[in-house]
């Protein structure tokens, strides 16, 4: 198929979304990873209908502004996929009206769904900061702390589609249950989602934590170090487990920067398996608030 009047084909593009809780985010993108036509839409997660015919209307929207019919489409969304990733199979307590939808039917055209922390770390594989890698982890530091594996230049979803869920591995085999049942997990270590609890109800948000940080409190410094080492402890046991090329950390806690990056190195230093000197190389993700659609897409292109 060639282009007419300047127009983009189905055949160059593939359209991507990412469907929260609060808002879904889109994008077209061609076949060279360029983002065309980003679209942002406020959802009410309580509002089944109304986000269900968001989708359509953002689908509809992309396809006058690209003059294109017919394409791909991925959707990410958090939860589980079912085994031919044509619907989110688990996901309890969000979303109503998610599990077991086929988005296919409803939306007319072939549709793929993934997971979000999937998405994300496949926009970094092909277009960011692993472009070129076969062998990456991904993990996305916020409210929880989620996780992807690429191996062999794939996104391993693994059995009942559960692999990545990095977050719940066990980091203290005393500490307390997180929602999966798991004891003292690294997503309760470092997420949002118990932070005010660690710091018995004086910090709110990793945000207010750190500015208390650093300024030189000394309670916010060892809840941070206390975090940041427990993450070290993790990503120490990643790479005895997987060998990755490279793990990619994204996600509103590293906005942090050096606050993070510089400690956890240190604690690295002390606790990854160093071969003949080989060290996993620490990155933070080039993708903001679009990885998830620009991954989706990605998939959706690759599933064809």
């Given at each position: 198929?060639?282009?007419k009047k300047g127009?983009?084909?189905?055949?160059e593009i593939?359209i991507?979304?990412?469907?929260?809780?609060?808002?879904?985010?889109?994008?077209?993108?061609d076949?060279?990873g360029?983002?065309l036509?980003p679209y942002?839409?406020?959802i009410?997660?309580t509002?089944?209908k109304?986000w269900?015919?968001?989708?359509?209307?953002?689908?509809?929207?992309i396809?006058?502004?690209?003059?294109?019919?017919?394409?791909?489409i991925?959707?990410?969304?958090?939860g589980?996929?079912?085994?031919?990733?044509?619907a989110?199979?688990?996901?309890p307590g969000?979303?109503?009206?998610?599990?077991?939808?086929?988005?296919?039917?409803?939306?007319?055209?072939?549709?793929f769904v993934?997971?979000?922390?999937?998405?994300?770390?496949l926009a970094?594989?092909?277009?960011?900061?692993?472009?070129?890698?076969?062998?990456?982890?991904?993990l996305?530091?916020g409210?929880g702390?989620?996780?992807?594996?690429l191996?062999?230049?794939?996104?391993y979803?693994?059995?009942?589609?559960?692999?990545?869920?990095?977050?719940?591995?066990?980091i203290?085999?005393?500490?307390?249950?997180d929602?999966?049942?798991?004891?003292?997990?690294?997503?309760?270590?470092?997420?949002?989602?118990?932070?005010?609890?660690?710091?018995a109800?004086k910090?709110?948000?990793?945000?207010?934590?750190?500015?208390a940080y650093?300024?030189?409190?000394?309670?916010?410094?060892?809840?941070w170090?206390?975090?940041?080492?427990k993450?070290?402890?993790?990503?120490?046991s990643?790479t005895?487990?997987?060998?990755p090329?490279?793990?990619?950390l994204g996600?509103?806690?590293?906005?942090a920067?050096?606050?993070l990056?510089?400690?956890?190195?240190?604690?690295?230093?002390?606790?990854?398996w160093?071969?003949?000197?080989?060290?996993t190389?620490?990155?933070?993700?080039?993708?903001?608030?679009?990885?998830?659609?620009v991954?989706?897409?990605?998939?959706?292109?690759?599933?064809?």
């Amino acid at each position: 198929m060639t282009k007419k009047k300047g127009k983009i084909t189905a055949m160059e593009i593939t359209i991507g979304i990412d469907l929260g809780a609060t808002r879904i985010k889109a994008t077209a993108l061609d076949h060279q990873g360029k983002i065309l036509h980003p679209y942002y839409q406020p959802i009410q997660e309580t509002d089944e209908k109304g986000w269900k015919n968001t989708m359509v209307k953002v689908v509809r929207e992309i396809q006058q502004k690209t003059g294109s019919h017919g394409f791909a489409i991925g959707i990410s969304a958090p939860g589980l996929p079912n085994e031919h990733n044509t619907a989110i199979a688990f996901m309890p307590g969000r979303l109503q009206g998610l599990e077991n939808f086929i988005w296919g039917d409803f939306l007319g055209t072939p549709t793929f769904v993934l997971n979000d922390a999937v998405a994300a770390l496949l926009a970094e594989a092909r277009y960011g900061t692993a472009r070129g890698r076969k062998n990456v982890v991904m993990l996305t530091l916020g409210t929880g702390v989620g996780g992807a594996i690429l191996i062999g230049g794939k996104p391993y979803q693994g059995s009942f589609q559960k692999a990545g869920h990095l977050g719940h591995m066990v980091i203290d085999s005393d500490g307390e249950p997180d929602i999966t049942g798991i004891p003292g997990s690294l997503e309760d270590a470092i997420g949002n989602c118990t932070l005010e609890k660690r710091s018995a109800g004086k910090f709110t948000s990793t945000h207010e934590m750190l500015e208390a940080y650093k300024t030189g409190d000394r309670f916010a410094a060892e809840i941070w170090l206390t975090s940041v080492k427990k993450l070290a402890i993790g990503l120490a046991s990643l790479t005895n487990i997987l060998s990755p090329e490279m793990v990619i950390l994204g996600g509103g806690i590293t906005e942090a920067g050096k606050y993070l990056f510089e400690p956890l190195e240190e604690y690295l230093s002390r606790y990854e398996w160093r071969t003949g000197g080989n060290k996993t190389k620490i990155v933070r993700a080039e993708y903001g608030d679009l990885s998830g659609a620009v991954g989706a897409a990605c998939f959706a292109r690759e599933q064809q």
